[in-house]
């Protein structure tokens, strides 16, 4: 089964400074991969996708991650954080074709004015 | 608004006693699941259906039944309520095989004291 790890249970940024999030997926089989954003006491909304198209994929709000085979990484950036950008933000992996997805332990972000 | 509808929001139980959390979708998707949040563990999968009549278990299913007699509705039920399913409940739900990401209800939030 897939798996993921996310580095950095918590990562503090500046207002305007680039946020950087990182996730490893396991397989050597190229998977679809997703992440996705948690605003306090809401649900997980879909951030962006990866599904063997581009390897640069942009989401909502500004956010972009490249998938690297090479790497086997998802990592997730913006260039310019946000105030409303704090949130916590899952990395999910699945077997291309398959339904079930495997959550990284997330990532908070939290942004300094 | 289409989507996935969770019920309750928040709910308080005794050890022992009984509930069901109930999910429904009208987006006609094959695939529900039901997932627990807990600090730092991210999201760990109870159950999972891919159409009515079809369930099996996830990772975390011991003290929770479930059953899909519609499309659209997949209820989640605790036998016997313990200290340990104190959690947040997501229920989601895709369309199977096309890489689409999941939709997530908002949460039921339960604590058992």
């Known amino acids: 089964a897939q798996s993921v790890t996310q580095l950095g249970s918590h990562v503090s940024v500046s207002e305007g400074a680039l946020v950087l999030l990182r996730c490893n997926y396991s397989?050597?089989?190229?998977?679809?991969l997703f992440w996705y954003v948690q605003y306090p006491n809401q649900g997980l909304q879909l951030l962006l996708k990866y599904t063997s198209a581009a390897t640069l994929v942009k989401g909502i709000n500004g956010f972009e991650a490249e998938f690297k085979k090479s790497e086997t990484s998802f990592h997730l950036t913006k260039p310019s954080a946000h105030m409303s950008d704090a949130a916590e933000y899952f990395c999910?992996?699945?077997?291309?074709?398959?339904?079930?997805?495997?959550f990284g332990a997330g990532t908070t972000v939290t942004v300094r004015a | 608004n289409a989507g996935v509808t969770q019920t309750p929001k928040f709910q308080v139980l005794k050890t022992g006693q009984s509930m069901t959390l109930q999910c429904a979708q009208d987006m006609n998707h094959e695939y529900m699941s039901w997932y627990r949040q807990d600090p730092g563990m991210g999201l760990r999968l109870i159950h999972y259906?891919?159409?009515?009549?079809?369930?099996d278990q996830g990772e975390v299913p011991n003290g929770y039944n479930v059953s899909r007699s519609t499309t659209e509705d997949f209820p989640l039920r605790l036998l016997s309520a313990a200290p340990s399913q104190t959690s947040v409940y997501f229920c989601?739900?895709?369309?199977?095989?096309?890489?689409?990401?999941?939709?997530f209800g908002s949460g039921t939030r339960l604590t058992v004291v």
């Open positions: 999910a992996v699945s077997d291309q074709g398959d339904y079930k997805l495997s």
């Open positions: 259906s891919v159409g009515a009549g079809i369930t």
């Open positions: 397989s050597s089989v190229p998977p679809y």
């Open positions: 989601a739900s895709s369309f199977i095989g096309t890489g689409i990401g999941y939709t």
